[in-house]
T-cell receptor, first 115, second 110 residues
């Protein structure tokens, strides 16, 4: 199984809502990533988890809260978002972190719209 | 950061070979060069990776000169389904965190 799954595919939320994005992989990968991608722009790294611990936070606002409950799951909790946070949110995994030849496997993304 | 620069867009026709060049002047000694392909509303997909010289797989070839300050992705005989954005990635200054460049939007015409 070389697939990264993400749910939901689409999400529409108001600025006062709380929602969560979910990501799952069963490849035994120990590094997992959240990216944000705006239209016609490259993916921007948000968070990196390595062995279920947060390794990198790219100065992301606290209204985005990541969580890694176990080695297969990665969540992104959303609260009090702004319309400019509307984007495609991508999850990825790789075998490990800290190796120069990591191939990342990406999920299909969650298309988030904040009203 | 290993910043990469690549053309914003390219056009080609079915059956032609396409070469996309990426410059990465401040690449670190330990950095690999990786290319990803992305279709609209999908996650990026790994194409090929290399450190130096030439690497070939069933999808593409990657040429990296001795100074490693640039690399060229070569797609043989493209088809309409190769229309996508192609990203050249350099790892972040030895931290091995891949950093996406702006990407090249390739359009293949019939």
């Amino acid at each position: 199984d070389t697939e990264v799954t993400q749910t939901p595919k689409h999400l529409v939320m108001g600025m006062t809502n709380k929602k969560s994005l979910k990501c799952e992989q069963h490849m035994g990968h120990r590094a997992m990533y959240w990216y944000k991608q705006k239209a016609k722009k490259p993916p921007e790294l948000m968070f990196v988890y390595s062995y279920e611990k947060l390794s990198i936070n790219e100065s992301v606002p606290s209204r985005f809260s990541p969580e890694c409950p176990n080695s297969s799951l990665l969540n992104l909790h959303l609260h009090a978002l702004q319309p400019e946070d509307s984007a495609l949110y991508l999850c990825a995994s790789s075998q490990d972190l800290g190796e120069p030849y990591n191939e990342q496997f990406f999920g299909p993304g969650t298309r988030l719209t904040v009203l | 950061l290993a910043k990469t620069t690549q053309p914003i867009s390219m056009d080609s026709y079915e059956g032609q070979e396409v070469n996309i060049t990426c410059s990465h002047n401040n690449i670190a000694t330990n950095d690999y060069i990786t290319w990803y392909q992305q279709f609209p509303s999908q996650g990026p997909r790994f194409i090929i990776q290399g450190y130096k010289t030439k690497v070939t797989n069933e999808v593409a070839s990657l040429f990296i000169p001795a100074d490693r300050k640039s690399s060229t992705l070569s797609l043989p005989r493209v088809s309409l389904s190769d229309t996508a954005v192609y990203y050249c990635l350099g790892a972040s200054g030895g931290s091995y965190i891949p950093t996406f460049g702006r990407g090249t939007s390739l359009i293949v015409h019939p």
